[in-house]
């Protein structure tokens, strides 16, 4: 419902020095300094930053479900805090976790928010034939919304926030636990929305390719808005500084180690078939490069990416990361013993088969990827080497016994992170570590190292005595990882460790699994996050409980090659595969 | 082992006590309660509302009035002149009973040809109040003919009962409640700390957590029962050291058999406790689980209403709840002086239970996996 | 502005609909609503009773006489009680710690010849004291036996007892004095409490811990909708389970409706809206489901119980303690239970306990509204 004032306004959305602080325990913690921002009408704004840097504050105080400790924040001119009542109908906010009632239906979903909205009847049948269509959830209006995948669900909060055509459209963290698939559609909903009703969107992310398809972003840390601009201003900082190395007899895992660090060197990432990196200057890469080897590194430069200005950006604010226990000389070889088998397995949850006669066996010292969208069936087959949760048929076997049915001694071999990063919420971060490492059995003096070790190893000091509850969504990751590893496993387990975790945070989480797998440890991961599958020695890519594919990161790559896409990204085999299947 | 499941003590202390909302229920609502019920929850009359409606208006019939208004039981808060009076008076609640002499209530006691009539009327509505004050009433007339008697020398009544009551020879239903209460207070804090714990861990994922570390059910399962038995315990302590020291209810049994019925009744409720809370997959069910057990093992106790007067069906069911036993034990040491020997039959099947129940808790932590 | 009106209308539709549909999905709140109330009422209306019957009673007869026969068959009459014979005291005493008789009733030697003497305790009646209410009315029993079996032998002997006064009893309204139908009645408040209570516990909590809440928050719907949207479903459930025990209580334990049933409906609505009243705010304050539920627990059972009059007697308790009992929405709607189940529409009890529950529904309304969240701090 157009309203004279709001057009009249230039602006969508304008934050005039708004601070925002919350009491955490006995903490103030300031989610929000002394922000500026003014979004034009019409405008696809992305919002990026580290955990914790204070995105869900933004968006919430710009949805109006908070209010500014100081300075105003205007939607299409009008006060968030007095004018509350009028907004909400100009405003479309979708929280993150989607904000839906699992145990309604898809349709019974929009009818909920149509008649929250007030939608008449003949809008109504109107705006759900559209947003159906354009979610392509018409063949699934009767299914309960706890039943369907993350990207469902994803487009389903969409569809329900779209529903009263707001003007300006909040979404936070809206790609989460989504497959790459199900975030291209999402774009394009949104693209669709943008160039139809002229609304204007901000939308909050951990991905930075995705920031890349917006006009403007905005650039949060610590609660300070760093910086604001277009992409490709952003770009511009990085400009000429980005390379691409490869190296004939080190694998990638070992090359990014071995530049990651390097003074001069600000990132080293895996990509492709290569490693990335972004350094200070050109001479600083041939410095970098000749220690490392002797002149058989190639290197060549390649376009800057938003996500190199991002860590650029960031990494000149903290302090260089530590690399006192950086390993330098070539990791343990992968053994060729088979340390975990996966032997035709069947799950079935009622007559829902979650799990399809999967098979598959890690090697010792693999890092193994489990990818594939949400209910792919990664969290039920992680579950069921475990020992949660007993196959339906066929055997499992992780490091020569069933969990399930193994001593309780044997646990003590594996270490495992669930994707809900399930700590207890009241318990500080110290008193996790410690109740942790004292029920797998650690010793006082060696527990006490350990709870330093976590607490140095995962930058988790300054937060010790914080209930683990109030941690940000990066840190709550962190103390996961650290808590499944005071005992030093043999095996880990790790369902989703990145999701919704920021790009620097990933750097470091990958980091850290390289160097452990380097000492010998298995790493189970599961990730939907496609270019991190690089990461793994090999994967296999799951969806509806089948396999689709497995093998080396490589040889799936080679699977998507054509001529159209000669040096396709996991992302691309990966939609290539699924594709594929669907019909 | 035992460092193992000293951190599961510790960590179930903390993730009770670090929220300030979970903290003060542990506190404060079982301190408050057991005052307020202690005092509240009694069967004796005191200050019972009643009407006199006194037609007679000589001095014999206000000495037997006197008798009644001056009885602590009974104050009088209505005088009735009129017949009409006395149906709103009754209907509406403003007294329990009246108590009406006829025009010739005095001619009739001195002639003493036929005895003269005292009327009771009596709202029968709380039928358990209705027949403590009649009885109360009954005694107070029984006094009267007595002094009457001797004052006009007319043969007196006949032997009268000589009635002695054991255990508690005032019949002070304080003693019973507050004994009472010991079990009721205890149920509920040990209840509300382990029903909702292993659904809330459920919820946010923990247990599954605990599932993969090396700890044995055994273990997880000490690890839950031992601070719920701590709390429970202590509060059971507690309320036994007011009800000694505070309302001064006698304690003469050993304390050591009843801390045996404590420690049997704490296991037993932590039992049904964690068997809720491993059978609910969420918390709302763990809730209603809770006051599936707490509201008839509080009715079906024999803390109000005595076992003996139900049905037998229902006397069987009783059988099953841990609180009747354990108010017999209280009860028994409290006021009757018991030895742990002479409750074994009490121990035993608390001790039944607290096994069953246990061992059935920790079989559902597996096979409530999914 | 109708339009405004219209949005209104919908917008309570819509969260009425999503309720309903939620408790259909989950039945754990149709349980509550009806299976807890037949399950409670069975249990409670056949299990709980004051009245004692069948009391197992020890006699001691140190000489048996016909006058001693005629005693002891008068107590085989009662329905109260149960006889079991004993040799001697010691005997009987012992049976008496071992619980298996409540009361010891000894005829002495000399029973026959002191009968009509004064001062000379010619019987000797022991109760278990532990149970003070039980041991008192015990001992009115045996007193009232007593006083009748005399002047029944006085009557045969052809004398009249010396009885300047006897108290003629007349109990209105239950007359039977059936302590079923007290008890039933007020079972009703305290069932309707629980339900209440169990039924919006957790329904703000929860859509805090989902965070659809937050998703709500944002939408044009007010916090006054989101309360209406909560409460007008649970009340219909709760309604629901109301007339399910009330009809229990007239059809299957024949407890005597006198007053009218349209006091019942409206003075229970009162009383639902108090009880999931309370829920709402316990949910709202607590804002996890672990500590609204360990609220819920402590705050609703017990109070009702023996706070509500449904079993002890207001009138007789310290009044600081009757002080506490007015913040017990139970206590008036027990006292409008008994009475219009026993007595009748008697207007004068029931227009203040109504006043008092609209009053607390009120109060609770008012604070839920003022600590519902209106944003998410």
């Known amino acids: 419902m157009p309203d004279s004032r709001s057009d009249q306004a230039v602006f969508a959305l304008e934050f005039q020095a708004v601070s925002k602080c919350f009491i955490a325990g006995r903490r103030t913690v300031d989610a929000l300094r002394n922000v500026s921002l003014a979004l034009p009408k019409g405008t696809v704004a992305g919002l990026v930053g580290p955990d914790g840097a204070g995105k869900t504050t933004l968006m919430r105080l710009a949805a109006g479900l908070l209010l500014p400790d100081s300075g105003r924040v205007a939607v299409f001119g009008r006060d968030s805090s007095n004018q509350a009542a009028q907004l909400r109908g100009l405003i479309g906010y979708m929280p993150q976790r989607f904000g839906l009632y699992e145990d309604l239906s898809v349709a019974e979903n929009l009818n909920l928010y149509a008649d929250l909205h007030g939608i008449g009847r003949e809008e109504r049948t109107q705006r759900f034939q559209e947003l159906t269509r354009m979610t392509n959830l018409t063949p699934f209006s009767k299914r309960l919304a706890g039943r369907l995948s993350g990207g469902m669900k994803q487009k389903l909060g969409l569809a329900c926030t779209l529903l009263s055509q707001p003007q300006l459209l909040l979404l936070d963290e809206p790609s989460v636990g989504v497959d790459p698939v199900s975030r291209r559609e999402l774009w394009s909903i949104i693209d669709q929305q943008v160039k139809t009703s002229g609304t204007t969107v901000l939308l909050s992310t951990a991905y930075l390719d995705e920031a890349e398809r917006c006009m403007e972003v905005m650039l949060l840390d610590e609660g300070e808005l760093l910086d604001h601009s277009s992409p490709d201003a952003f770009r511009k900082k990085v400009q000429g500084r980005c390379y691409r190395v490869t190296h004939p007899d080190l694998s990638n895992r070992d090359l990014q180690n071995r530049l990651s660090g390097q003074p001069g060197i600000t990132d080293a990432v895996i990509q492709g078939e290569a490693v990335r990196i972004v350094c200070d200057s050109e001479d600083s890469v041939n410095a970098a490069l000749l220690k490392t080897d002797n002149g058989r590194t190639r290197i060549e430069p390649i376009a800057p990416r938003l996500e190199d200005a991002f860590i650029e950006l960031l990494n000149k604010r903290r302090a260089p990361v530590r690399q006192a226990n950086r390993i330098t000389e070539a990791s343990v070889p992968v053994a060729d013993e088979e340390i975990i088998r996966v032997d035709g397995v069947d799950r079935w949850f009622g007559d829902f088969q979650a799990v399809k006669r999967l098979s598959f066996t890690v090697r010792r010292g693999e890092v193994f990827g489990l990818l594939g969208a949400n209910g792919a069936g990664k969290t039920t087959t992680f579950r069921m080497l475990c020992g949660l949760l007993p196959a339906s048929s066929g055997r499992l076997q992780v490091a020569g016994v069933d969990l399930r049915k193994a001593a309780a001694r044997a646990r003590a071999r594996i270490g495992y992170m669930s994707q809900k990063f399930s700590l207890y919420s009241n318990l500080s971060v110290s008193q996790n570590l410690a109740f942790f490492s004292s029920v797998y059995g650690l010793s006082n003096a060696r527990r006490d190292d350990r709870i330093q070790w976590a607490l140095q190893q995962f930058e988790l000091e300054a937060h010790k005595d914080a209930n683990s509850g109030d941690l940000s969504l990066g840190y709550k990751q962190r103390l996961a990882i650290a808590c499944a590893l005071m005992h030093e496993p043999e095996i880990l387990f790790l369902d989703e460790p990145t999701s919704g975790v920021d790009p620097l945070a990933r750097r470091e989480f990958w980091n850290r699994t390289n160097r452990l797998a380097a000492t010998g440890v298995t790493v189970l991961v599961t990730t939907h996050f496609m270019e991190e599958a690089e990461y793994c020695d090999r994967l296999v890519i799951m969806a509806e409980g089948d396999i689709l594919t497995s093998g080396t990161p490589s040889e799936i790559k080679r699977q998507a090659r054509t001529e159209a896409l000669p040096d396709p990204t996991m992302e691309d085999a990966f939609i290539q595969l699924i594709q594929a299947k669907r019909p | ?370 | 502005m109708s339009d405004s009106r219209v949005k209104k209308r919908m917008r309570l539709k819509g969260l009425i609909a999503k309720e309903f549909l939620q408790i259909w999905r989950d039945p754990s709140s149709l349980a509550i609503a009806f299976v807890l109330p037949v399950f409670l009422l069975l249990l409670f209306g056949y299990g709980v009773s004051l009245d004692a019957r069948q009391v197992p009673v020890g006699w001691v007869v140190d000489k048996t006489t016909p006058e001693t026969t005629g005693f002891t068959a008068a107590f085989q009459h009662s329905e109260y009680f149960q006889s079991f014979h004993f040799a001697d005291m010691a005997a009987a005493e012992h049976a008496l710690l071992a619980r298996e008789i409540t009361a010891i009733i000894r005829l002495r030697e000399d029973f026959s010849s002191q009968l009509f003497k004064q001062n000379s305790p010619a019987i000797q009646v022991i109760v278990d004291g532990v149970d003070a209410n039980t041991a008192r009315l015990i001992s009115g029993y045996v007193q009232g036996t007593w006083n009748e079996w005399l002047s029944h032998l006085a009557a045969m002997r052809g004398t009249t007892l010396s009885r300047p006064v006897i108290a003629q009893q007349r109990i209105w309204y239950n007359s039977a004095v059936l302590s079923k139908d007290f008890l039933v009645p007020g079972l009703i408040a305290i069932i309707m409490t629980l339900t209440g209570a169990l039924l919006t516990a957790m329904v703000v909590a929860r859509e805090w811990e989902r965070g659809t809440l937050e998703a709500m928050i944002a939408t044009p719907v007010t916090m006054g909708e989101v309360l209406l949207g909560k409460l007008i479903p649970y009340y219909l459930l709760g309604m629901g389970g109301l007339l399910l025990s009330i009809a229990m209580a007239v059809f299957l334990f024949d407890v005597p409706l006198r007053g009218s049933f349209w006091v019942l409906l409206l003075t229970g609505t009162l009383f639902l809206l108090v009880a999931l009243g309370m829920g709402l705010l316990i949910s709202i304050i607590a804002k996890n489901q672990f500590v609204a539920g360990q609220a819920a627990i402590i705050a609703t059972y017990l109070p009702a119980f023996l706070l509500s009059g449904f079993i002890f007697n207001i009138n007789s308790m310290p009044p600081v303690i009757q002080a506490f009992t007015y913040l017990v929405g139970a206590r008036y709607f027990v006292a409008i239970l008994q009475t219009v189940f026993l007595a009748g529409d008697i207007w004068p009890v029931i227009l203040p306990n109504a006043l008092a529950l609209a009053l607390m529904a009120a109060v609770f309304f008012g604070l839920a509204a003022k600590k519902a969240p209106k944003r998410l701090e």
């Not at chain 2, 709380?126 to 006094?143: F, G, R």
Request: with cysteine; proline share 5%.
């Open chain 2, 1 to 370: 082992m035992w460092a193992m499941i000293h951190a599961l003590l510790i960590k179930e202390f903390l993730a009770l006590v670090r929220d300030r909302k979970s903290r003060f229920i542990l506190i404060g609502p079982p301190v408050i309660q057991l005052f307020i019920f202690s005092y509240a929850a009694t069967f004796d009359l005191n200050h019972i509302p009643i009407a006199i409606y006194n037609e007679d208006r000589s001095i014999a019939s206000r000495d037997f009035i006197e008798r009644f208004t001056a009885a602590p039981a009974f104050t009088e808060v209505l005088r009735i002149t009129h017949q009409e009076q006395i149906a709103p008076a009754l209907d509406e609640k403003k007294v329990l009973a009246v108590l009406h002499l006829g025009p010739h209530f005095s001619r009739d006691l001195y002639a003493g040809q036929k005895p003269a009539v005292a009327q009771i009327l009596i709202d029968g509505r709380d039928s358990n109040t209705a027949m403590i004050a009649l009885n109360y009433m009954q005694s107070i007339v029984a006094a009267f003919n007595l002094d009457w008697a001797q004052r006009h020398n007319l043969p007196l009544p006949p032997a009268q009962l000589e009635i002695r009551a054991w255990f508690n020879p005032n019949l002070e239903s304080q003693w019973f409640i507050v004994s009472g209460i010991v079990g009721l207070l205890t149920l509920v804090v040990t209840i509300v700390v382990t029903a909702l714990s292993i659904a809330r861990e459920r919820e946010q994922g923990t247990f599954d957590q605990l599932m993969v570390t090396p700890l044995t059910p055994f273990q997880i399962l000490v690890g839950k029962a031992l601070p719920a038995a701590i709390i429970g315990i202590l509060e059971a302590s507690f309320i036994i050291f007011m009800a000694v020291f505070w309302f001064r209810i006698p304690m003469i049994g050993s304390l050591a058999a009843l801390y045996l019925g404590v420690v049997l009744f704490v296991l037993s409720v932590i039992g049904i406790g964690l068997m809720i809370s491993s059978l609910s997959v969420t918390q709302q069910q763990g809730l209603l689980g809770t006051f599936l057990f707490i509201v008839p093992a509080v009715i079906l106790s024999g803390f109000a209403t005595p076992i003996a007067n139900m049905p037998s069906f229902v006397q069987d069911l009783t059988l099953l709840n841990p609180l009747r036993y354990f108010l017999v034990i209280v009860r028994g040491v409290f006021l009757e002086g018991l030895s742990a020997s002479a409750l074994i039959s009490q121990y035993w099947p608390l001790a039944v239970i607290s096994i069953v129940t246990l061992i059935c808790a920790s079989w559902l932590f597996r096979r409530r996996m999914y």
